[in-house]
């Protein structure tokens, strides 16, 4: 592959003449078409709709290959059948929001769909937000980062990744080529041993907790397992039933968030992120690695908290000076933890090897990790 260096000239040139917005270059791409189908009636079809209407652009139908969605609908938006679309495809363009992507390009393809896309919702804030930033400073951050990875392929996989953001349209090849199905558990990074201490930050319904469990074989010295949502911790307590009580005991389930400090907080607490939110409904707590796990010879970091990854590095600095942990920290957030995640690590230990991987199709699930 290799292609870093091209890249890298690309964002550069991206970024010095960035002028428009994603919401302009997707009302004009659109604006040719009768109709603007969604394709899949689930979470990431409904909140692409919600973001997509509220920036100005019409949806005016949602298709899916379940018979029972046909006829439901949502933001006054009717579920039309696979049949109906079909017969509207020419005047129709189709973008596809499920995790069954390919699944359903091929699928439409075989239909002789001709005008089908896929839309990166985030996009819309991050681009916005990252038009504001100082060019010429962050066109160096971006080329520093990039000197500082470890690897040939860390290089590839972040300016890949940092094009494809930057660029109005997306390559899918590009991503594809990219991406690895083995987020927070890289073989050609690093192996679990017996004596691991894991920190999960964002443990979800503990997914990966599971991965780390069957990675260690279930020989492992202890995890504290964050997550701020209470739905979801309720989920994690639920899963850790199924596992023997030997497991159990050396297991910690913390209903709070990471960040810098103790602080009660407001969050929105979505069905599978939970962000702190000033105008959120829920109430939560926070709490810092250096405060909750003093003492702990913690082994491994994994942040995956809704664009607080950067807070809670800070509260973890004595934790990670001290023990050494291997870290896993999600970029993908917010657009300029692209850039000082790494830096801040590289600051924090200089001796930490920085590596990028890629972990879906989709622009999503970018993580750094740092090993001694």
């Given at each position: 592959m290799h292609d ?6 690309i964002?550069e ?6 002028s428009?917005s994603?919401?302009?270059?997707l009302k ?19 909140i692409t ?6 920036h ?6 949602f298709c899916?290959n379940d018979?029972?969605k046909?006829g439901?609908k949502?933001?006054?938006?009717s579920c039309?059948?696979v049949?109906k679309?079909?017969s ?5 363009m189709?973008i596809?929001?499920t995790?069954?992507?390919?699944n ?5 393809m075989?239909?002789?769909v001709?005008?089908?896309d896929r ?11 990252f038009?504001?930033?100082p060019k010429?400073?962050?066109?160096n951050?971006i080329?520093?980062v990039?000197?500082?990875l ?18 109005l349209?997306?390559?899918?090849e590009?991503?594809d080529?990219?991406y690895t199905d083995d987020q ?5 990074i ?7 201490y894991?920190i999960?930050?964002g ?5 990966t ?6 990675q ?8 504290h ?5 209470k739905k979801n911790?309720?989920?994690l307590?639920?899963n ?6 030997s497991?159990?005991k ?10 810098l400090?103790n602080?009660?907080i407001?969050y929105?607490?979505d069905d599978?992120?939970?962000a702190?939110?000033t ?5 939560g707590?926070?709490?810092s690695?250096d405060e909750a796990?003093?003492d702990?010879?913690?082994?491994y970091?994994?942040?995956d908290?809704e664009g607080?990854e950067?807070?809670?590095l800070?509260?973890?600095e004595?934790t990670?000076?001290?023990r ?10 917010k657009?300029?933890?692209f850039?000082e995640i790494p830096?801040?690590?590289h600051?924090l230990m200089p001796q930490y ?5 890629h972990?879906t199709?989709l622009l999503?699930?970018t ?5 001694t």
């Open positions: 870093w260096g091209k890249n890298l000239k964002i040139q991206q970024i010095s003449e960035y428009t994603y919401e302009n270059y004009e791409k659109y604006s040719t078409y009768d109709y603007i189908i969604i394709f899949g009636f689930g979470n990431i079809g409904l709709a919600k973001e997509l209407i509220n100005g652009i019409n949806v005016h139908y899916d018979e029972q046909v439901k949502y933001m006054d938006i039309i059948s049949d679309l079909n509207i495809k020419d005047q129709s189709i596809i929001c995790r069954y992507y390919k359903i390009y091929q699928q439409l075989e239909m002789d001709k005008n089908i839309v990166f919702i985030n996009k819309m804030e991050l681009i916005e937000k038009i504001k930033f010429e400073q962050v066109i951050k080329t520093k990039t000197e500082l470890e690897d040939e392929r860390s290089k590839d996989v972040y300016t890949t990744i940092l094009k494809n953001w930057l660029t349209d997306y390559c899918q590009e991503i080529s990219v927070y558990f890289c073989k050609d690093f192996l679990c041993n017996d004596d691991e894991f999960d930050g443990a979800y319904d503990g997914d907790f599971e991965i780390f469990f069957q260690t074989k279930g020989q492992f010295l202890g995890a397992l964050f997550e701020l949502s911790h309720d989920k307590l639920k850790m039933q199924t596992y023997d009580e497991v159990r050396k297991v910690h389930c913390i209903n709070k968030g990471l960040s400090k602080e009660t407001q929105r607490d599978e992120g939970s702190i939110d105008i959120g409904e829920a109430k707590y926070l709490t690695i796990c003093t702990i010879p913690v082994t970091i994994k942040m908290i607080s950067m807070q809670a800070k509260g973890a004595k990670i000076r001290q050494k942990a291997k870290l896993a920290i999600c970029l993908y957030h657009f300029e933890d850039w830096l801040y690590l600051q090897k920085l590596y990028i991987r972990h199709d999503n699930e993580v750094c990790y740092a090993i």
